[in-house]
C-alpha cells in the first residue's frame, strides 16, 4: 500500500520550508506578499505539529513489555467500567472486506487533510475564530505528544482482544508487510486521530452559521469507528483525546475571562477618573487661602496695601 502520509522528517522539512518562505515574501515588503506570508507561516506551524506528532511515535521506546502491561490494563478496566467490546465491534465489519478497506485508508490518509482543509477555511472566511482554533490545535497537540511519550501498545498488538490486524490482512499496513512490534506504533493512548477529528467538529458547528453544521458531529464518529474497527485504538484512547480537548478549551476560556475581566476594571477606573470634578481640577479641596493670594492683598497677607511715600 502506498503511504500518503509524511514522515516526520519529511513533515519536518515541508514545515521549515514553508517557515523559510514565509520569512521571504515578509522582506519583499508588498501587501499581496504579506498576505500570502501570513498564510505560509500558518501552514508552516500546523505541518510542524503534524512532523511533532508523527515523531512522537518513534520516541516511544520503552520495552514492548510495557506497553503491552499498559494495553491489558487499558482493555481490563473498559469492561470493568461496562464500555462495549471493540473485539465485537470489529467483528460486525469483519465479513464486509470493502467496509474494512475503506476504514483501512480513512484512518491512515484522511484526518490530517481535514483539518488542514478546516484550518485554511477557518483562516480564509473566519480570521478570528481561526487564531483561537490555532491556540487549541497547539495545545490539544502538544498535550497528546506528552502522553504518547509514555508507550501503549494498540488493541492489535494485545493477544486478549483477539483482534484482527485489518491494515496487515489487506496489505494497507504503513508499517510494515507483517504483524509485530514497531516502536512507532507504540503510541495509541490517546488518539490524536479522534482529537483532531472532535476539533475540526467543534470548529465548524462553532462557526459556520448554516443549520447543516451540525453534520459535523459525524465526523468524529466516524474516525472513532474507523479506528475501532481497524484495530488501532481503545474506546479511552479516543475518550483520553477528548478529555484533553475539553481542558484545552477550558483554559483558553479561563484566560479569555481573566483578560475581559481585567479589560472591563480598565475601564471603569478610566470612566470613574471620568466623572470625579477633582481629576479635571488640579487644585486639592483643601487648598488654604494663602496659596494663592489676590494682587489687592498686601505682602503680608493683611489686607491694607502699602502706599507708595
Known amino acids: 500500500m502506498i503511504d500518503l502520509e509524511l514522515t516526520w522528517r519529511q513533515a519536518a522539512v515541508v514545515a521549515a520550508g514553508l517557515a523559510g518562505a514565509s520569512v521571504a515574501l515578509r522582506a519583499v515588503k508588498r501587501p499581496r506578499a504579506a498576505a500570502v506570508a501570513v498564510f505560509t507561516r500558518e501552514t508552516a506551524l500546523v505541518v510542524g505539529l503534524f512532523a511533532l506528532w508523527q515523531l512522537a511515535g518513534s520516541l516511544a521506546k520503552l520495552s514492548p513489555a510495557g506497553a503491552i502491561g499498559r494495553s491489558e490494563w487499558i482493555w481490563n478496566f473498559e469492561r470493568h467500567i461496562g464500555l462495549p467490546s471493540e473485539a465485537a465491534v470489529q467483528r460486525v465489519f469483519l465479513p464486509h472486506p470493502l467496509i474494512v478497506q475503506f476504514f483501512n485508508l480513512y484512518y491512515d490518509s484522511l484526518h490530517f487533510p481535514v483539518l488542514i482543509a478546516t484550518m485554511v477555511w477557518l483562516f480564509v472566511r473566519h480570521r478570528d475564530s481561526y487564531k483561537r482554533m490555532r491556540t487549541t490545535l497547539v495545545g490539544l497537540t502538544g498535550l497528546c ?25 489487506y496489505h494497507q499496513s504503513v508499517y510494515s508487510a507483517t504483524a509485530g512490534f514497531d516502536p512507532d506504533q507504540l503510541s495509541a493512548m490517546p488518539s490524536v486521530h479522534v482529537g483532531w477529528a472532535i476539533l475540526v467538529a467543534v ?99 493683611s489686607g491694607i496695601s502699602q502706599a507708595a511715600p
Do not use: C, K
Open 145 to 169: 505528544l506528552l502522553v504518547q511519550l509514555v508507550p501503549v501498545a494498540p488493541p492489535r498488538m494485545l493477544p486478549a482482544t483477539r483482534m484482527v490486524d485489518t491494515a496487515v490482512l
Open 203 to 301: 470548529a465548524i458547528i462553532g462557526t459556520a452559521r448554516t443549520p447543516w453544521r451540525w453534520l459535523a458531529v459525524l465526523y468524529p464518529a466516524m474516525t472513532t469507528l474507523a479506528v475501532v474497527v481497524t484495530a488501532n485504538h481503545f474506546w479511552l484512547d479516543g475518550i483520553v483525546a477528548g478529555l484533553l480537548l475539553v481542558l484545552v478549551l477550558a483554559v483558553q476560556a479561563a484566560v479569555r475571562w481573566q483578560i475581559e475581566r481585567r479589560r472591563a476594571d480598565r475601564s471603569a477606573r478610566t470612566r470613574r477618573r471620568a466623572d470625579d470634578p477633582r481629576a479635571a481640577d488640579p487644585r486639592p479641596d483643601d487648598a488654604m487661602p494663602g496659596d494663592a493670594m489676590p494682587e489687592s492683598l498686601g505682602a503680608d497677607g
